[in-house]
């Protein structure tokens, strides 16, 4: 079942409340959206294997309360992740305005100065936009991030954002461990399966 | 199924009607001979060694500078196994369109090379490089294990084949077998071009024959060896090279001595301090220096070196080149520190085993001896004074250890303790009475914050350098080291962990480290540590509380219960305060069995005054917002800007609220592990969401005990305001008025924040349960510094003790400056911030570090051996010594240098007077007088004639170490009339070996 994963990769959701970073993360898990989905409370979590370049990662995603009471308890969840999408709301400026709050959060807790990030201007089927694209662009480049708009009510970008941003993760060296490497009690719990698996193969030949 | 296939496949070829005749070629019979040769040549096939080699003329020193590769195969001759390996300088790729032009009867490049002077005694190489100039060839030995080649048949049958293969293949590289003993390095082989062979011989001795000795003896086995009939022969060209071994530094006696711990303790501070680990080598990192004297192009005839005399004076030698031998096995200071700490991680015990008792001896002991436990109790307790002093509290501890164990043989003495704690306490020194004590000194000159290395920590997950997690990691290294090993460990450990335990009984801060949650970025020690001065801060914020606590309370308070609920917390507080003395006499006496009973309590006061409190207003909460806006606002921090509540219009308050639990990370994975239990479900998702509303619950009722008749749209302004929608809009009257309401998420029915607004009363932060129960962390956090053995705490403080280690050699490196030493520190930087980040790194990654630093560590010492002996110091002319300093440095990073000017430059005099000193301290007993009057005889004698005359029988060299020649001529053999060729022979003559490496060359054509 999960023999063939390269790697499992800790991935985080920020930014301001109310920006869409359940729904993004809804829809890119389930490929459904709720308008009214409820108000993230602390962190919530969800899990998804993809496949990017045959590589196979399994991603725990933790998705946090953007509230600012909420900011004292979250940042302890930044340890050890490996990527961070931090999103924003295209039709509120204020949330386009705060992004450098959060990435000085970042900074602070993050314990690792390698982690990729990745900005995400959400909610652009809406008609009311008050950021450009380029501004975001300009953000992302500033601070070395990668840049997507996306929607997570018509779907456009959402996949597209989390798969570039494992790609960038597993071509970075050192920042994740192979399953396989770390962990001498998985290793030989796999080198089983793979030895059923040949006993198998063989009997159906017979 | 696969094989059926082949066949069916194999049938239908057949069947073709095409029929062709066969040449049928039988190798069924061929010798193991024949298959071997017919294997060395596939060899040579595969590695493309087939043909006319090309390649440009060897540039000077390419050798040196170039890269050598090899290439290995393995071939066997029966079931006997060989090597064969092909060793080359890689070479730009030359130009193949040349190679069209090169005319047929050119000679073979390895015969070329055998004559090319730009390559004489390269400073490393292959010894077939070294004896015979060549830059590329193939070696066939004995494979590992297997024996050496010793009769002379096999080496002739070897031989035979070499020549078979290289003649079928038309190979023009040279073929080596290796015969004997391997230690011998004695290689036969041969090189073939289109009419042309060389052969390549050796002779191998221990003894030196004695016509052998000198340049005249060599010439003559050489011209024999040729057996050149040409008269007169054109001259031989020679290239000599002797090596003078200095071993004597007995000049410089190497400054550098283990530190004095006693010294130390004594607070006079030598060398060494608390803090501070020591560095550099405790013996001359340099063991030797080799000079060798180089004539190069010397011809025939212009010298005389005969067994009477000889022109071979090292100081009139055009060419100088020094090596220096670094010491094996160099000791030095610093990487002894840390190897010795981290043995510690291997240890298996436990602080009590270690320290020699066990605690089920010592209850039993308790148990059965039951009148001494009586008059335990009637004892008075030591009862703690306020004002204690660390000389008291160490003693006291101490005196505990010595009651166990019934002897006063405590691994660390009293003095030593005391300093120690002294220097990880320093706030103690400052509550000192008496004053007597001298105050260690606190300016210690950490790096400044905000520098990059002083983020150092954050790379390493170690902690801060001006943190008592530091701090102690170096005390621990340094009691290691001095003190007793891991006994001393884990006594200073022990006290370590009674200081935490009275510092959060008496609420006083622990020292140096900085203030809020712990810094994940630290390692977890530090971060427990921050934790536990998280809890002693609340502990002591509320104890401090108490006083002022219980007056303020009684105006406040307007129910009839008020006064009971005064009593009842004057009560608690005093029973409190009796019980925390009880226990802190008990925790002198035993502090390792749980106290959980009494902490409980303390905890829980809190808690009932908040209910009694609470009781008494039950009846108003419970009939809604509307009445309680009559109660009495509580636990208002200060007005949210202008904003008011929707409905009584009051000004809307932000409450004080609980401040979040301080996590550390193994805490925090726990946490999140049990939230990732949960699984990815609704009702998962729904029940980790409940898991987290404790804070929200919390923040809602200080904000409606702040906020009497509230409502949830005031309380989302304030918490999530984006929740909040105000649009304008015109009223019936045609004004803009301003409307907002709750966001659709907000107003979803029954969801979380609307359930937990509906339960949450108005309560107060301080009087609502604690979120975070800080005596039940600190206890938690107490008993994990207890149980961790030695072994554990090297583990944690490894990480600490690199990065002091990281920072002293960079601040060693930048007295000395050296290139290399700051390419190692970056390598040691980016290695240690890869391994040391993740959990349980591998031993093997960590000991690489701890090479890397020793390594450092041996570079700069040997720098400043070299630096010393070279007398830069005392080197007063500017450019002089920058020359001297660029010298040494070559020394350290090249591995031959060559002295500019040879015996007359500035490097070239030091030397020779080093050889000088040497020579008269073996040659003469008063030493003394000799050595001061050295400088001026030397300056005063002239020539080096002169000088030679002066000494008389005391030369300034010793018999040298090595004599390397080269003999070159290029002459016709076998015949006169033969083409002339490249006959070259290299000896070399050290104390208990002689060799001689030869090259003949030969004309095939007619013979």
């Avoid at chain 2, 060209?237 to 090596?243: D, E, F, V």
């Avoid at chain 2, 601040?811 to 911030?833: F, G, M, N, R």
Wanted: charged share 30%; glycine share 6%.
């Amino acid at each position: 079942m999960d023999e063939d994963i390269l790697t499992t990769l800790k991935i985080l959701i920020i930014g301001e409340s109310g920006v869409g970073k359940s729904s993004l993360l809804l829809r890119f898990t389930d490929d459904t959206f709720d308008p009214e989905l409820a108000a993230t409370i602390g962190v919530d979590f969800k899990v998804k294997t993809i496949s990017v370049d045959g590589n196979k990662a399994k991603l725990a995603i933790w998705d946090t309360a953007g509230q600012e009471r909420f900011r004292t308890l979250t940042p302890s969840y930044y340890r050890g992740a490996q990527g961070v999408i931090l999103v924003y709301d295209v039709t509120r400026r204020d949330t386009f305005v705060k992004l450098d709050n959060w990435l000085n959060e970042l900074e602070t807790y993050c314990t690792r100065n390698d982690i990729v990030k990745m900005l995400v201007g959400n909610k652009i089927d809406k008609e009311n936009r008050a950021v450009d694209r380029n501004e975001g662009l300009k953000f992302a480049r500033k601070h070395s991030m990668l840049f997507i708009e996306a929607s997570a009510k018509t779907c456009d970008g959402v996949q597209c954002a989390f798969e570039e941003l494992v790609e960038k993760i597993i071509q970075t060296p050192g920042l994740w461990e192979s399953e396989s490497q770390n962990r001498g009690v998985k290793l030989s719990n796999q080198e089983e399966g793979y030895g059923e698996r040949a006993c198998g193969g063989y009997c159906s030949m017979l | 199924m696969r094989g059926t296939a082949q066949w069916l496949h194999k049938m239908a070829a057949d069947s073709e009607p095409e029929s062709e005749v066969f040449e049928i070629t039988d190798f069924t019979t061929a010798s193991e001979w024949e298959r071997f040769i017919s294997k060395v040549e596939e060899v040579l096939n595969d590695w493309k060694l087939i043909g006319v080699s090309s390649g440009k003329p060897l540039e000077k020193g390419v050798y040196t500078t170039g890269i050598w590769e090899e290439k290995s195969d393995e071939i066997s001759f029966a079931d006997f196994r060989f090597s064969i390996t092909h060793h080359y300088l890689v070479q730009e790729a030359s130009g193949k369109d040349g190679k069209e032009e090169l005319v047929e009867d050119v000679l073979p490049l390895s015969m070329q090379d055998l004559l090319c002077m730009n390559n004489d005694f390269p400073p490393r190489a292959h010894c077939l490089v070294r004896w015979y100039g060549l830059r590329e060839f193939v070696v066939i030995a004995p494979a590992a294990n297997n024996d050496a080649v010793l009769s002379e048949s096999k080496c002739n049958l070897l031989l035979s084949s070499v020549s078979i293969a290289l003649g079928n293949t038309g190979c023009q590289v040279p073929l080596f077998v290796q015969i004997h003993h391997k230690w011998r390095r004695m290689y036969v082989g041969e090189c073939q071009g289109p009419g042309v062979r060389t052969d390549f011989e050796m002779v191998h001795l221990r003894k030196v024959p004695n016509q052998y000795t000198h340049l005249s003896g060599l010439l003559d086995i050489f011209k024999s060896k040729i057996g050149c009939s040409l008269t007169p022969l054109p001259p031989v060209s020679i290239a000599i090279r002797l090596t003078y071994v200095l071993q004597d530094w007995q000049q410089y006696f190497w400054p550098q001595q283990p530190p004095d711990i006693d010294a130390l303790i004594g607070g006079e501070v030598g060398g060494l301090e608390f803090g501070k680990l020591p560095f550099g080598a405790c013996e001359d990192p340099v063991s030797e220096l080799h000079l060798a004297a180089t004539w190069p192009h010397l011809t025939e005839g212009i010298i005389v070196d005969n067994d009477v005399y000889s022109d071979l004076d090292p100081i009139q030698a055009p060419q100088w080149s020094v090596r220096v031998r670094k010491a094996d096995n160099l000791q030095c200071l610093l990487g002894d520190f840390l190897t010795e700490f981290f043995k510690l991680c291997r240890r298996k015990e436990s602080a009590d085993e270690i320290l020699g008792r066990s605690t089920f001896e010592e209850d039993g002991k308790e148990v059965a001896d039951i009148t001494h436990a009586l008059s335990k109790l009637t004892e008075p307790a030591p009862v703690p004074i306020h004002k204690l002093s660390v000389t008291n509290m160490v003693h006291s501890a101490k005196k505990k250890i010595r009651k166990h164990r019934g002897v006063d043989d405590s691994p660390l003495n009293n003095e030593v303790l005391n300093t120690l704690m002294l220097f990880l306490f320093p706030d103690d020194a400052d509550k000192l009475t008496d004053g007597s004590e001298a105050r260690l000194s606190t300016s210690r000159n950490n790096p400044p914050p905000e520098s990059e290395e002083y983020n150092l920590y954050s790379q390493f997950k170690s902690a801060p350098s001006d943190s008592l997690t530091y701090k102690l990691a170096l005390c621990l290294c340094m009691i290691n080291f001095y003190h007793g090993g891991v006994k001393g460990v884990a006594h200073l450990w022990q006290e370590f962990v009674v200081e935490m335990r009275r510092r959060w009984e008496k609420n006083y801060l622990i020292p140096e480290l900085a203030n809020g949650s712990p810094d994940l970025r630290c390692c977890l020690l530090h971060q427990k540590l921050q934790m536990l001065n998280c809890c002693i801060e609340r502990k002591k914020a509320r104890d401090e509380g108490k006083k002022p606590y219980t007056s303020d309370r009684s105006p406040s308070g307007s129910s009839g219960d008020t006064g009971k609920a005064v009593d009842r917390s004057g009560g608690d507080y005093q029973k409190e305060t009796e019980k925390e003395r009880g226990e802190v006499g008990k925790s002198w006496e035993s502090w390792s069995d749980s106290e959980e009973e009494f902490f409980e309590c303390l905890s829980d006061t809190e808690e009932l005054k908040g209910n009694g409190q609470e009781n008494g207003k039950k009846g108003g909460t419970k009939e809604g917002n509307k009445e309680s806006a009559n109660l009495k606002p509580e636990g208002r921090l200060h007005p949210h800007g202008k904003l008011t509540l929707l409905h009584p219009g009051e000004p809307l308050y932000i409450p004080v609220t609980q401040e979040p639990a301080p996590m550390t990370e193994d805490l925090l994975e726990e946490q999140s592990e049990v939230l990732a239990k949960l699984g990815t479900s609704a009702e998962g998702a729904h029940l980790r969401a409940r898991m987290q509303s404790a804070c929200l619950l919390s923040d809602m009722e200080s904000f409606k005990a702040a906020n009497p008749g509230c409502c949830l749209e005031d309380f989302v302004r304030w918490y999530s305001p984006r929740d909040y929608i105000e649009e304008e809009v015109v009223d019936e009257e045609g004004n803009r008025v301003l409307k907002g309401e709750l966001s659709a998420r907000m107003k979803i029915p029954s969801n979380m924040w609307v359930e937990a607004w509906e339960t949450a009363k108005p309560v107060p932060a301080r009087r609502q349960r604690r979120l975070f129960d800080d005596t039940r962390e600190a206890e938690k956090v107490l008993h994990y510094l207890a149980v961790q053995k030695p072994a554990d705490l090297a583990r944690h403080l490894l990480p600490c003790v690199i990065h002091a280690a990281v920072l002293k050699v960079k601040e060693e490196e930048t007295l000395e400056d050296i290139a290399s030493v700051k390419k190692i520190i970056k390598q040691i930087i980016s290695h240690s911030s890869k391994v040391l980040r993740f959990p349980n790194p591998e031993d093997k990654k960590l000991e690489e570090i701890i090479a890397q630093i020793m390594s450092a560590e041996a570079i700069i010492a040997r720098a400043r051996s070299l630096k010393a002996k070279f007398g830069i110091e005392k080197c007063d002319q500017e450019e002089e010594k920058e020359d001297l300093e660029r010298f040494v440095n070559c020394l350290l990073e090249q591995p031959e240098v060559s002295v500019i000017g040879a015996g007359r430059g500035p490097a070239g005099s030091i030397i020779h007077k080093l050889f000088l000193n040497a020579q008269r301290m073996t040659e003469s007993s008063d030493e003394v007088a000799t050595m001061t009057s050295l400088d001026e005889e030397l300056k005063r004698s002239g020539s080096s004639d002169e000088r030679r005359l002066n000494l008389g029988a005391v030369t300034d060299f010793p018999p040298p170490a090595g004599r390397e020649l080269i003999l070159r001529i290029t002459v016709p053999r076998p015949a006169p009339y033969s083409k002339p060729l490249p006959q070259r022979m290299y000896s070399v003559i050290t104390k208990e070996d002689f060799r001689l490496a030869g090259a003949f060359s030969a004309d095939t054509t007619f013979f």
